[in-house]
């Protein structure tokens, strides 16, 4: 991290992560943290992105275990780590693992642990969790062992699985580069894989225990639970590198790309618990002069007649267009539930541009081998919306995310455009891991499009907090603001960190030709301004202020495409818009300074310079040369 900044600007919180440590042995290197593996190299190319030991709750939140006796062990070319990890749960039950870690240069890597309780555990999933990585590895020729010894081979899937690709797993081996090959192996019980990139993070996850099986489970008190992680690598040179190399910090360059197309438009989200506070900053909204409103409603969750009062009044200072975002309870028929809708509008005075229906249900996730819930035939639904809102153009797909778009995919012949939500913090929440989840959007938008061909398409809202949990019952309260997995809030969306994720979502989803993006509210846990309830700053823009105002300004200008040499550390895209310069949009997305060498681009006024430092999370925008 930049020493010389305030972690607070950065991150929204003076906690900081603890650094990892890094291991090496020969050519393999791997970061140890929190107990766990990640960024497993050979020769400096990522074979692993992790190997985790977790332990979930019933709402599949994950336990932050106490790490206990941790002994780090670095020899020459070996090295080996063990400690003991204990979880408590609110119920007063523990379970404590043991394990140890060790490679020694030319053998396999071993991650092995043993987990016990003395009174009995209720988890939905415990054991080991691979992650192989996305780039250079979607789409590749793959080898898997399964449990009864068979083996086949197969692709690791491009376009985006909604079910899992391989199950009853032993192993699985893929070509690291044409001369090295990965096996991992498992032990210890059945594993399948899951293609994460449904829910945005940048890896194919291997887990244990099958899914169609039921959770929660106890663990019961006395019987321990044995597994064992065994990565073997396979050198076909026969001569790897005597040691890893040292780390250097390679300066970013940029080239033009040949992608090019229109500025989605800029969107922002309005509930009814913050409609009031919406109200009392309309000058605010005025300057950031988004081009789109989307306005949230669920009866479920007590929103009724009044809700459209307050709408009406926001939706009458913007001088946009707005779309009503509807979870149908579908407790009674659909056409009798939006008539209803449709005349509390109608006495409001509120009349939007669009709606967008779904299912209250259809937001919770059904998992591979779970009972869909009972839900009206979405046939149904959109014609009811159709009659009780003629006037409106009609959307639909998912108030919650791709992944459940992906398993149940809308009939689209009747809808005017399909939308859906990401979030990053599903699985993890580490900066590290918000940051890759930007690497799985391009293939999220491309699945799309595979599925619903040009139709127009909406994302959003995205933000850093999850707004609902579809795998649970609840999001998760974050009171001391940390870093926390399915949390409601996320000290990071408040900070320069939220802003460069921003930015760097913009960049990963130009592509897709998205009609509008949604990526906050304006007051609010996923707002631009500060909330009441932080005094000292009420009412202050966020960092990601600066951001969306920009992005909405350029809402339908010409963007094209700008590659960067390594898009795990800086993105840019260049803009032009009528009577402006072309304008270079940078984001760093790393807690490191980095400095971005402009190749043929030139700046404006200053055509000799050929490079910009960026600092930790930082942005910049700039003019160029024609």
Not at 403 to 410: D, F, G, Q
Request: charged share 20%; aromatic share 8%.
């Amino acid at each position: 991290m930049t020493a010389e900044i305030d972690p607070f600007q950065l991150y929204g919180t003076r906690e900081t992560e603890t650094p990892p440590v890094r291991l090496t042995s020969g050519a393999l290197t791997a970061d140890f943290k929190d107990g766990n593996l990640r960024t497993i190299c050979y020769d400096g190319v990522e074979v692993l992105r992790a190997v985790s030991y977790l332990v979930r709750d019933r709402d599949w939140g994950t336990y932050a275990p106490e790490i206990e006796h941790l002994l780090i062990d670095q020899r020459e070319n070996a090295f080996s780590v063990s400690y003991i990890a204990r979880c408590a749960a609110p119920d007063s039950t523990e379970l404590a693992i043991n394990v140890r870690i060790a490679v020694e240069e030319g053998h396999a890597l071993t991650f092995e642990a043993e987990a016990i309780t003395a009174t009995g555990f209720e988890t939905n999933r415990c054991g080991f969790c691979i992650l192989h990585p996305i780039t250079g590895v979607a789409g590749m020729p793959v080898s898997v062992e399964h449990v009864d010894g068979s083996r086949r081979s197969a692709h690791f899937p491009d376009i985006i699985e909604p079910w899992q690709p391989f199950k009853d797993m032993r192993a699985i081996t893929h070509s690291v580069t044409p001369n090295v090959t990965a096996e991992c192996r498992m032990e210890g019980d059945t594993f399948e894989m899951e293609d994460q990139r449904n829910w945005s993070d940048a890896s194919f996850k291997t887990y244990v225990r099958p899914l169609a099986l039921p959770w929660p489970y106890r663990i019961e008190a006395g019987e321990p639970n044995r597994q064992r992680i065994v990565l073997t690598i396979g050198d076909m040179r026969r001569a790897a590198v005597a040691s890893a190399a040292p780390a250097v910090t390679p300066r970013i360059r940029l080239s033009p790309g040949p992608k090019s197309g229109t500025m989605p438009a800029i969107g922002l989200i309005v509930t009814p618990e913050e409609a009031e506070a919406t109200l009392a900053s309309c000058s605010r909204l005025s300057e950031i002069s988004p081009q789109e409103l989307l306005f949230h409603f669920d009866p479920g969750a007590g929103h009724g007649a009044h809700a459209f009062k307050s709408f009406a009044a926001i939706a009458a200072l913007h001088h946009g267009r707005s779309t009503l975002e509807i979870a149908l309870p579908c407790r009674t028929a659909p056409l009798a539930e939006t008539q209803q809708i449709a005349r509390w509008m109608l006495d409001a005075g509120f009349k939007p541009d669009a709606i967008v229906i779904s299912p209250s249900v259809d937001r919770q996730s059904t998992p591979p081998g779970s009972k869909w819930p009972e839900c009206p035939p979405l046939e149904e639904v959109y014609a009811a919306a159709h009659a009780a809102f003629p006037y409106a153009r009609l959307g639909g797909g998912m108030l919650s995310y791709f992944t459940e778009l992906n398993r149940k995919r809308v009939p689209a012949d009747t809808l005017d455009f399909i939308t859906h939500c990401t979030n990053p913090i599903v699985h993890a929440a580490d900066d590290l891991s918000v940051m890759q989840t930007l690497e799985a959007l391009p293939f999220i938008t491309r699945s799309v499009r595979a599925i619903y061909g040009d139709k127009p398409y909406r994302i959003g809202p995205s933000t850093i907090p999850m707004r609902q949990n579809p795998y649970g019952s609840r999001t998760m309260d974050n009171p001391h603001h940390g870093r926390i997995a399915m949390a409601n809030t996320d000290p990071r969306h408040n900070a320069r960190f939220g802003e460069a994720f921003a930015l760097g979502y913009v960049a990963r989803i130009l592509d897709a030709g998205l009609e509008c993006l949604t990526l906050s509210a304006l007051t609010g846990s996923f707002g631009l301004i500060a909330a009441e309830n932080e005094p000292s700053a009420a009412g202050i823009p966020r960092p990601l202020f600066g951001a969306v105002s920009t992005l909405s300004r350029l809402a339908g200008s010409h963007w094209q495409e700008c590659r960067s040499s390594d898009p795990t550390a800086a993105l840019a895209f260049i803009t032009a818009a009528p009577g402006m310069p072309r304008q270079l949009h940078l984001v760093n997305i790393t807690a490191n300074s980095r400095q971005v060498e402009l190749g043929e681009f030139r700046l404006v006024g200053q055509p000799e310079k050929t490079g910009i430092a960026l600092e930790a999370y930082a942005t910049a925008s700039v003019p160029l040369m024609s």
